[in-house]
Each structure stands twice: as C-alpha cells, then as structure tokens.
C-alpha cells in the first residue's frame, strides 16, 4: 500500500473531522451540563468565566499535537526519511497554530456579537465543530507537509 494520495487524504480528513466533532460535542456536553447559560467568549483574557471558546482552546493545541502525531504513526512506513524530531516540530508548530487561530475567532467574535450566551447543547456543538475542524486541518496538513 502506497502513501495516500491528495483526494484520499482530503476524505480522510473530512471523515476524521465529522467524528471528531461528534466525539468530543458528547464529551463537552456531559462535562458542561448542569450549567443552563454559557458565554461564547469574554471581554477579557482575564475575565474570570468559563467561555466556550476558552474551553476549545486548549482543547484544540492538545488535538493538534495528538493528531500530528497519530498521523505520522499511521503512515511512518511510507516516509522513512521522515523522524520524530521533524514530527514534533510540525506537532508544536500545529499546536501554536490551532492557539493562534482560536485566540484570533475568539477576539473577532467578541468583536462582532458581544457576551452571547447558548444553552448546553449551544456550547456542546460549538465546541465539537471546533474540535472537528482542528482535527480535520491537523490530519491534512500533516500528511499534505509530511509527504513533501
């Protein structure tokens, strides 16, 4: 078996995203219930409240390094010319990029649409599409980088 191509690693990607944002939509639903109201984002990184967005973004550096590196775990046989010190390179660069993107949809959106709260399953869903997006990107550009 060869080194995926560019279409299948695009369907693999999306595939792994879908899951991903169901997965971890459940995970967040069940760790956040019993709160009715929820605030997307803050005025301040200080503020003090738990916000949806605030809770994806460590959620999102930690599934960036996981799948970074379960990506090239499960294609190491094909880029034998590829080690664990650029691996985790790309890992910690995919991590600061998911930080930095996170921390940039969280100030715009406070921008836009100032303290709106949602519901448990308002903030399950958020949380999961941003799950489901970060693991969908990290899988693609790792294996789009690694094959190079």
Request: net charge positive; glycine share 10%.
């Amino acid at each position: 078996m060869a080194f995926p191509s560019q279409t299948e690693i695009v369907k693999a990607s999306v595939v792994q995203a879908a899951i991903n944002a169901v997965v971890n939509g459940v995970i967040n639903y069940f760790m956040i219930r019993g709160t009715e109201v929820h605030l997307v984002t803050a005025d301040s990184i200080t503020s003090g409240n738990d916000t949806v967005v605030g809770h994806a973004v460590i959620t999102a550096m930690i599934l960036a390094v996981i799948f970074t590196l379960l990506g090239f775990k499960a294609h190491r046989k094909h880029l034998p010319e590829v080690g664990w010190r650029r691996v985790c390179g790309l890992a910690m660069h995919n991590a600061i990029y998911a930080f930095g993107l996170m921390i940039i949809a969280g100030v715009l959106w406070q921008k836009l649409f100032p303290n709106i709260t949602v519901g448990t399953v308002g903030a399950a869903t958020i949380a999961g599409l941003i799950a489901g997006a970060v693991s969908g990107i990290t899988h693609y550009g790792t294996l789009t980088r690694l094959s190079e």
